[in-house]
């Protein structure tokens, strides 16, 4: 009976890909039933159930599942050469379990409709619109940059811990729900990861478990990074699953806090994206551009910059590459790539917003 429990589990990860793939094909249901609808109610369930703890529940379950997984490995190995159809069927039947619960409790969000749309933005944007967007979040960023430094050659150091920025993050969301009403957060649960030194070498600055619907943020990072940071996982766990999406929520997010420095942060990083992009285009008109940039965030990029080089290692490449295929796989055909789209919305939306 179990092996045909078993057998049955495998077979059944077919149709759930095919009932994936066909859902993919329509967003608008996913948007109203699924991410406003389902998806709601058990998000919040999982927060409520699991936000208070002051550690990662689902980081001891993803270092619970290695543990389990290598001392089943180990004890079926001989299996493996004796029977290798049941030791096939036992690893698909798992497979499909996670399979299963990963798009019900969170990744159908992927398929849901883009956010420019349910905005009202334009796909799309000219070069003169991202030249005219840039100039507005240069003076905004050095207006908020000078105004904490009072020198514009000093780098903005946080004053506040990381445990206290956490605390602080969800409260621009609070602001945001005014403009974006689906936008609300609460209860809140977002973390710093247990897992923050392998986290780092793999060169990821947070990530949201999709069993537990817990953010996590990697505990190492500059605290320069760490209020866009939680504030795009936040935005994961509202079912934006698309990075280019989470990074523009996460941004407006920080940009509408009511604290000086998470405004400053939000503007830095709309702009660190929006002079890339430049670069990407007219590496001259970008060195003219970014010599109007205070020397003092040119700074706090670099800090960020720094901190990634000094955890580069062989690996870091191999982790970053499954996790781009993974967003290829996922609707987002750019992979990794995807995170700098965010440009696309920052254009479309500060173009006729007074910073």
């Not at 208070?52 to 001392?71: H, M, Q």
């Not at 079926?76 to 036992?90: H, V």
């Not at 996670?98 to 944007?125: C, E, M, Q, S, T």
Request: hydrophobic share 40%.
């Amino acid at each position: 009976m179990l092996k045909t429990k078993k057998s049955i589990l495998a077979l059944s990860l077919i149709p759930q890909y095919l009932i994936i793939k066909l859902l993919s094909h329509f967003p608008d249901f996913i948007e109203q039933y699924y991410s406003n609808g389902f998806y709601q109610f058990t998000s919040k369930i999982f927060r409520f159930t699991l936000g208070w703890l002051p550690f990662s529940f689902g980081d001891l379950v993803y270092a619970f599942s290695i543990v389990y997984i290598i001392n089943w490995l180990y004890r079926n190995r001989k299996r493996l050469r004796k029977d290798t159809k049941r030791w096939f069927i036992d690893i698909l039947a798992a497979v499909s379990v996670i399979y299963f619960a990963f798009h019900v409790l969170w990744g159908l969000n992927y398929y849901r409709l883009p956010l420019h749309k349910n905005l009202n933005l334009n796909a799309d944007y000219t070069s003169e619109q991202l030249v005219s967007v840039t100039e507005k979040l240069i003076q905004k960023s050095n207006n908020l940059h000078l105004e904490i430094t009072k020198n514009d050659t000093l780098k903005v150091k946080m004053p506040y811990t990381k445990s206290e920025i956490l605390d602080l993050a969800p409260l621009g969301y609070q602001n945001l729900k005014d403009i974006f009403p689906h936008l609300e957060y609460h209860p809140k649960s977002i973390k710093k990861s247990l897992f923050s030194y392998p986290l780092t070498y793999m060169g990821f600055s947070g990530y949201l478990n999709p069993l537990t619907n817990e953010a996590q943020v990697d505990g190492l990072i500059p605290s320069y990074k760490f209020p866009t940071t939680a504030l795009h996982e936040i935005a994961h766990q509202l079912g934006y699953a698309a990075e280019n999406e989470a990074n523009f929520i996460g941004c407006l997010a920080a940009i509408k806090h009511d604290n000086l420095y998470f405004n400053y942060t939000g503007y830095a990083f709309a702009l660190r994206f929006c002079l890339n992009e430049i670069y990407n285009r007219d590496a001259c008109l970008f060195e003219d551009m970014v010599a109007d940039v205070n020397i003092g965030i040119l700074k706090n990029y670099e800090e960020v910059r720094l901190f990634w080089e000094a955890h580069q290692n062989p690996a870091e490449p191999y982790f970053k590459l499954f996790y781009s295929n993974f967003l290829k796989a996922n609707k987002q055909n750019k992979g990794m790539e995807s995170y700098s789209y965010v440009v696309a919305l920052i254009a479309n939306y500060f173009e006729n917003t007074k910073l």
